[in-house]
Nanobody, 123 residues
């Protein structure tokens, strides 16, 4: 069982940047993915990005491609989400989750969710 905890959210102006961190504890495997998702008020949880601990199988949602970068530090059991050129529509609670073997981009493919961290982008 993997436990995760997010940090790094906050309030930022449009065009600004934030870096989210996700600290994982428990049994992790280099070929398993970690993912970032977000959920805005009144909307369903949506996929943002994923990557295996070894740095493979990277994928991004179209809405964040070119602006967000996911990275992993297996030695520190930490996953990062660098968010640049933030837009008001990026405002949401961001969640980190540990994926199952060959997880896709559906939240159903991911277990061990964190509590989330709020990101608010003002216009």
């Amino acid at each position: 069982q993997v436990h995760v905890a997010e940090s790094g959210g906050g309030l930022v102006q449009a065009g600004g940047s934030l870096r989210l961190s996700c600290a994982a504890s428990g049994r992790t495997f280099s070929s398993y993915p970690m993912g970032w998702f977000r959920q805005a008020p009144g909307k369903e949880r949506e996929f943002v990005a994923k990557m295996t601990w070894s740095g493979g199988s990277t994928a991004y949602a179209d809405s964040v491609k070119g602006r967000f970068t996911i990275s992993t530090d297996y030695a520190k059991n930490t996953v990062y989400l660098q968010m640049n050129s933030l837009k008001p529509e990026d405002t949401a609670v961001y969640y980190c989750a540990a994926g199952r073997w060959r997880a896709g981009t559906s939240p159903a493919d991911f277990d061990s969710w964190g509590q989330g961290t709020q990101v608010t982008v003002s216009s």
